[in-house]
T-cell receptor
Framework: KNEVEQSPQNLTAQEGEFITINCSYS?????LHWLQQHPGGGIVSLFM???GKKKHGRLIATINIQEKHSSLHITASHPRDSAVYIC??????????????FGEGTQLTVNP | DAMVIQNPRYQVTQFGKPVTLSCSQT?????MYWYQQKSSQAPKLLFH???????NEADTPDNFQSRRPNTSFCFLDIRSPGLGDAAMYLC???????????FGPGTRLTVL
């Protein structure tokens, strides 16, 4: 079974800290999504990447295709960053090409 | 701003009483998805449309149906809601298969 594993499951940080959330997957993918979900809210797409690195504001996402691993970094964390961060991938060979496999999410809490 | 809109945001229905959730998009994306998300779980894909082609997930109950009358709108019909169908229902869109998905704010369904 193709799986997506995230670590840590829960993360508590102090405002201003540098945060890293990790995602690993089992077989070849065509692309990887980082998503953000606030409590009781909808999902926001942060990044989609298939190689290298992307940066948007204080958020940085990297992916290593050979190691089947991606990281999401948050610099200068703020309490408003508190949310669940979800890694999701498009596995190669999915019959419809449209099915994301989701990780279980990382609950981030940033304290003031 | 181009977006994915879901109505209503909160829906309360009675056990067995049919309910329809709606999704509209101004992104002109050809793929639309419906997900079910229960508390503290990853979203679960129910079905998706690639243009007019309907793709049902193998484990989606028959109780769930969908309609896509045009590119912009997609509906989720739950014919006889059970208590286990209480969840957040998320609509998403993408331009083509395997591309970045954009999510709506979700509809939280309560079944009494």
């Amino acid at each position: 079974k193709n799986e997506v594993e995230q670590s840590p499951q829960n993360l508590t940080a102090q405002e201003g800290e540098f945060i890293t959330i990790n995602c690993s997957y089992s077989v070849g993918i065509s692309a990887l999504h980082w998503l953000q979900q606030h409590p009781g809210g909808g999902i926001v797409s942060l990044f989609m990447l298939s190689s290298g690195k992307k940066k948007h504001g204080r958020l940085i996402a990297t992916i290593n295709i050979q190691e089947k691993h991606s990281s999401l970094h948050i610099t200068a964390s703020h309490p408003r960053d508190s949310a669940v961060y979800i890694c999701a991938v498009y596995y190669l060979g999915e019959t419809s090409g449209s099915r994301l496999t989701f990780g279980e999410g990382t609950q981030l809490t940033v304290n003031p | 701003d181009a977006m994915v809109i879901q109505n209503p945001r909160y829906q309360v229905t009675q056990f067995g009483k049919p309910v329809t959730l709606s999704c509209s998009q101004t992104l002109n994306h050809n793929v639309m998805y419906w997900y079910q998300q229960k508390s503290s779980q990853a979203p679960k894909l129910l079905f998706h449309y690639y243009d007019k082609d309907f793709n049902n997930e193998a484990d989606t109950p028959d109780n769930f149906q969908s309609r896509r009358p045009n590119t912009s709108f997609c509906f989720l019909d739950i014919r006889s809601p059970g208590l286990g169908d209480a969840a957040m229902y998320l609509c998403a869109t993408s331009r083509g298969a395997g591309n970045e998905q954009f999510f709506g704010p979700g509809t939280r369904l309560t079944v009494l």
